[in-house]
Every structure is written in structure tokens, then in C-alpha cells.
């Protein structure tokens, strides 16, 4: 199956600082979201992203689908982006279920 | 804005009990999943559910689990004897069609004793 990895693992900033997070994968895939896991363990959906470049706010992502990787930018860090970033991706020959990376831990200081 | 609501929100079963996750979906959403997650580590997929049958499901997913979408809105993951390795986040999800944005409920933290 498919492989998809993040990096870093673990991140620790101060407030307002930017920074930028990296998911490979190792096949075609049809289908790429980023999440932001909170304390409480909800996912939150932060973008639907097989391609191109989105904007919400302080943050952005892009996929470069040919080349098999996503970025995703936080900019202005704030205390309230800490937790877990997730990359999660569906390979395009497998059916429609998510495989997700193992995450990078984000801790933002005040 | 419409969401993936699970009930309970915390479940502690004794082990050997059977246990049963409570999901409904966004209402005009076709494809439903349950994933679970072990604390600290990854999310992993155990099933997906379409056209009121399983299309997909992970090596997890053995005859211990079973899935049911009994009515038009609920979606359910029946754990049965329970042990102590089940202990888990449990995450249902759903998505309108195989190639839109899926979006996950709050999570049913199952804790095994």
C-alpha cells in the first residue's frame, strides 16, 4: 500500500513565527487532506488539496501531485495551532479509503 | 453547517463485552468509514461502507467487528468481546461521493478494562 510520511515529527515555536510542513507519498493519489488534530482529539479539516495551491486565513497548502509531495504553511503562529497535523491521502488505483501519515506534533509557546 | 455526529462521546466496557459506536453521517453523504486511532499513534482505516454493503476493509477489520447502517441515518460499529487492545479512539467519517472531501465526527473514546 501506499506510504505517506510527514516531517517533522515534532516542531516546537515561538508565537508568531512561521513555519512549513511536509507530507510525501509514495504513489499516485486521487485525493489529499490536511487535518489539524486539537487536545480534545477532534480532526479538523483544514484542506481538501489533490492539487494546486489553497489559502485560509494565516494558513496555505499546496500539492505537487507529479512530484508526490504537500506543503502545508502556517504563518503568524498563534498558541491555538498547537496539536497534531495530519496528512492523509487516498491512493488512486485503492478504492476511496484515507491512509494518513503518522502526523507532526506542533507546539506553539507563548 | 452540516456535521458527522458520534454517540457515545467516551465508552468504558469490561473486557469480553460487546459494544456498539453510534454514527450518523451528513445526510446526503453515500460513503461512510470508521477509522480508529491508539493512543499517540496514527490514524488507521478499518472499513468503509457503500451502497449498504462493506466495500473496503483493513486486516484490523476481522469477524470481531462488524458495521451496520440500520436505519437511513445511523451508521454503527459493533466491537465484540471486547479486549484490552481495542482501547481507542474510534473516528466515523463520510463523504458525499469516492472522490470528495471526507469529513470525521468528534471521535468515541473507548477505553477497555
Known amino acids: 500500500g501506499i506510504q505517506v510520511e510527514q516531517s517533522p515529527p515534532d516542531l516546537i515555536l515561538q508565537e508568531g513565527a512561521n513555519s512549513t510542513l511536509r507530507c510525501n507519498f509514495s504513489?499516485?493519489?486521487?485525493?489529499l487532506q490536511w487535518f489539524h488534530q486539537n487536545p480534545w482529539g477532534q480532526l479538523i479539516n483544514l484542506f481538501y488539496i489533490p492539487s494546486g495551491t489553497k489559502q485560509n486565513g494565516r494558513l496555505s497548502a499546496t500539492t505537487v501531485a507529479t512530484e508526490r509531495y504537500s506543503l502545508l504553511y502556517i504563518s503568524s503562529s498563534q498558541t491555538t495551532d498547537s496539536g497534531v497535523y495530519f496528512c492523509?491521502?487516498?491512493?488512486?488505483?485503492?478504492?476511496?479509503?484515507?491512509?494518513f501519515g503518522e502526523g507532526t506534533q506542533l507546539t506553539v509557546n507563548p | 453547517e452540516p456535521e458527522v455526529t458520534q454517540t457515545p462521546s467516551h465508552q468504558v466496557t469490561q473486557m469480553g463485552q460487546e459494544v456498539i459506536l453510534r454514527c450518523v453521517p451528513i445526510?446526503?453523504?453515500?460513503?461512510f468509514y470508521w477509522y480508529r486511532q491508539i493512543l499517540g499513534q496514527k490514524v488507521e482505516f478499518l472499513v468503509s461502507f457503500y451502497n449498504n454493503e462493506i466495500s473496503e476493509k483493513s486486516e484490523i477489520f476481522d469477524d470481531q467487528f462488524s458495521v451496520e447502517r440500520p436505519d437511513g441515518s445511523n451508521f454503527t460499529l459493533k466491537i465484540r468481546s471486547t479486549k484490552l487492545e481495542d482501547s481507542a479512539m474510534y473516528f466515523c467519517a463520510s463523504r458525499r461521493d469516492s472522490n470528495t472531501e471526507a469529513f470525521f465526527g468528534q471521535g468515541t473514546r473507548l477505553t477497555v478494562v
Open positions: 445526510s446526503n453523504h453515500l460513503y
Open positions: 504513489d499516485s493519489v486521487n485525493n
Open positions: 492523509a491521502v487516498v491512493e488512486e488505483t485503492s478504492g476511496s479509503r484515507l491512509t
